[in-house]
């Protein structure tokens, strides 16, 4: 077959995943980062918004702190404890030098090799437009891992780090590399379902059935190109 995934690198030992909103990381990415902490590897979280946006029948004041209590249950879930917020307006994050700045000072606080975020791309498969803060994050994300290296930018922030050597862009329609979760696809699946209030405002499904049909139905849809694992994938750019 072609176009077959390649195995994302493991001869790191840091990753900081940085998504716009409480479960960007949740819809797919988090049995991954499951997979990755069992093996003893460090990985942290970033979030641009607190996602108070989010929940039509909830006031964003009250949304903002029962959404950052989700991400935090969520995220322990799969052997993350650093979850950091850095409470950009949610649903009108703007792409821009500030943006990047936020960002790359998170990445030279936590000095990571590897870098996750989500699909920035104007569609998701082509069909649907894509969120406008996803679009500015993982962008913003991508240019980030290089200013985080340059000390003559952002001047006055912790000390540069120029160790990225990866970001992974989770949701890509053109993916290179994968994850086998075989077993670790139940923490992903628990991992959403953590985002209750998030998931009652979303559907009128029993929210175990909706969550354990998305995340499975994700692993499966690329298992054909990784050797029928279930498989979380990536689309990984060299840094």
């Given amino acids: 077959m072609t176009n077959q995934l390649t195995p994302m690198p493991d001869d790191w030992q840091r990753a900081l995943a940085i998504v716009a909103h409480p479960d960007d990381l949740e819809y797919g990415c988090a049995a991954a980062i499951a997979t990755w902490t069992a093996a003893g590897r460090e990985v942290s979280y970033v979030l641009a918004t607190r996602g108070e946006a989010g929940i039509d029948t909830l006031d964003p004041a009250e949304a903002g702190p029962v959404r ?119 923490q992903g699946v628990r991992s959403l379902l953590e985002h209750r209030a998030y998931i009652a405002a979303l559907t009128t499904e029993p929210p175990e059935a909706y969550v354990r049909n998305l995340i499975e139905g994700f692993a499966q849809q690329e298992a054909a190109r990784f050797g029928g694992r279930p498989a979380i994938t990536f689309r990984l750019f060299p840094c």
Wanted: no cysteine; aromatic share 6%; charged share 30%.
């Fill in 68 to 186: 950052e209590r989700e991400q935090r249950a969520s995220a322990a879930v799969v052997g993350v404890r650093s979850v950091e917020f850095l409470d950009h307006a949610d649903g009108v994050i703007e792409y821009g030098v500030a943006l990047r700045r936020d960002l790359a000072a998170a990445i030279r606080r936590h000095r990571p090799e590897l870098v996750i975020t989500l699909n920035a791309d104007d569609t998701w498969e082509g069909t649907h437009w894509n969120s406008p803060d996803h679009r500015a994050v993982g962008r913003a994300v991508l240019d980030a891992a290089g200013d985080a290296g340059n000390r003559w930018i952002f001047r006055g922030l912790e000390e540069p780090w120029d160790g990225v050597r990866w970001v992974a862009v989770a949701g890509s329609d053109s993916p290179t590399h994968a994850v086998d979760v075989t077993h670790t696809l139940e």
